[in-house]
Structure formats: structure tokens, C-alpha cells
């Protein structure tokens, strides 16, 4: 399955007090670029929701004016789920910046888990 790349502009109000990239925003943009990769696969976006983060780490400091770029793939495909792989490069030198995997599950209009028919392809 084809994946997508997300970028975003680090800005001085993303900043942290040791002026790198603030934690919580980086986590921000890795899981709405997640999310932006599971909703194009399933072609909606109103019964999608987070489930879970897991192996997510920062290996590299980010300044202001740097761009990050969020490759994301799907790498599972449960029955309900869909689980993102998000790798965060920076667009301007490729260093890899941060990994983790993001955990979606499809809703029926009561909040239940619902198939969502994604059959991932065997290579």
C-alpha cells in the first residue's frame, strides 16, 4: 500500500525553553499525519479515532526553520484497525528525526468497532 508525506514548518512558537521542538507538538503532527494516512486509505474520516501510540521515540533534536517531513505507511490491517508507521525526516537534510507506530480504530454511528474491508497485500 502506497504511503503519504506530511510536511510541516517548525516555527518559533513550537519551541520548547531549550529552543528545540517541543515534545507534545511533535507528537501532535506524528499522529494527525497518521491519521491523515488512514483516512485516505479508508476515503473517509469521520469514523476513525486513535487508539494508541506505541514505539514512538525522538532521536534528534528540531530548531526553528526546519522542515519535518512525516512518512506514513500503513503496516497492519486488522479487522477494525489500521496501524500507521510514521517516520518524521527533516526535509532539508533527511536526518531521521523521530519513528513510532499510531493505532487507529473504524467506528460504526454507535461508537462500536466496525470492519472497515482494508486487506493489506502480501509481498
Known amino acids: 500500500m502506497e504511503g503519504i508525506t506530511v510536511s510541516k514548518l517548525v516555527k518559533s512558537e513550537d519551541l520548547n525553553h ?25 476515503k473517509q474520516s469521520d469514523s476513525l479515532v486513535c487508539a494508541g501510540i506505541s514505539d514512538f521515540a525522538i532521536r534528534k533534536p528540531v530548531k526553528a ?6 512518512e506514513c505507511t500503513i503496516s497492519k490491517a486488522g479487522r ?11 526535509g532539508l537534510s533527511g536526518i531521521e528525526i523521530c519513528e513510532g507506530h499510531a493505532v487507529f480504530v473504524n467506528l460504526d454511528h454507535d461508537g ?10 502480501i509481498p
Open 18 to 42: 531549550h529552543e528545540t521542538l517541543f515534545a507534545g507538538r511533535i507528537v501532535e503532527w506524528f499522529v494527525e499525519s497518521s491519521f491523515i494516512c488512514a483516512a485516505k486509505v479508508l
Open 65 to 70: 526553520g526546519d522542515v519535518l517531513d512525516f
Open 80 to 90: 477494525t484497525s489500521l496501524t500507521v508507521l510514521a517516520k518524521g525526516r527533516s
Open 112 to 121: 462500536k468497532p466496525s470492519p472497515h474491508g482494508v486487506v493489506l497485500a
